[in-house]
Each structure stands twice: as C-alpha cells, then as structure tokens.
Nanobody, 125 residues
C-alpha cells in the first residue's frame, strides 16, 4: 500500500521556523520527484518546492524563495520542508506529493501519482 504521511505541522509565531517531514512507503521512493504544496481554504493548491528524484535539482516558487528549502533522504524514504522566517500568509495545509514527471512539472501539479493527507501550519502574528 502506497503511503505518504506528513508530520511536523503546528502553530508557530511569525518569524519562527518549522520542519515538515514526509514519510513514504509502498513504492520506490528514489524513482519519484517530490513536491511540497500548500492550500488555503477556498484557494487553489500551490506548488512551492519540488526536488528531483536523485540529482537534487530543485524548483522553488517565488513566494518561498530564500525562506523555505526542500531536501530528501532516499535511504530513509523521507522528504523534508524546512521553513524559516514564517509569515502569517504562510498559514495553510501543507501536502507532499510524488510523481515520475520532472520535478518542475510536479510543482505545476502535473504527473503527480500520490498525495499525502496534509498537515496544518498556522503562523500567528
């Protein structure tokens, strides 16, 4: 059974940091690009950071450049989203997803094979 399980969300003050984790199982994780997405109620799900399957190449949305970073550990079937300098507008449900498409296409929500269930991040002002 394929599973993507996000963890690490919560409540943080503006300017703070959080690290989200995505645990993958049930498939060959190192063959898939990984993306982190976020969604605010009533808005479209936004791809913010994506990483290729093995080269480490990344794509970053302008909204998080310089503040967020993505990494993965293929040996542990894990992906991470390190968030710093958080702002109230970063409040959203954060999802990880995987796809065999190129990572920049994954961030456009194309070629995604599986989604996690999401984890809430709330940034207070």
């Amino acid at each position: 059974e394929v599973q993507l399980v996000e963890s690490g969300g919560g409540l943080v003050q503006a300017g703070g940091s959080l690290r989200l984790s995505c645990a993958a199982s049930g498939f060959s994780f190192d063959e898939y690009a990984v993306g982190w997405f976020r969604q605010v109620l009533g808005k479209e799900r936004e791809g913010i950071l994506c990483i290729s399957s093995s080269s480490g190449a990344t794509y970053s949305a302008d909204s998080v450049k310089g503040r967020f970073s993505i990494s993965r550990d293929n040996a542990k079937n894990m992906a991470y989203l390190q968030m710093s300098s958080l702002k109230p507008e970063d409040t959203a449900v954060y999802y990880c997803a995987v796809g065999k498409a190129p990572h920049d296409r994954v961030c456009l929500r194309r070629g995604i094979d599986w989604w996690g269930q999401g984890t809430q991040v709330t940034v207070s002002s």
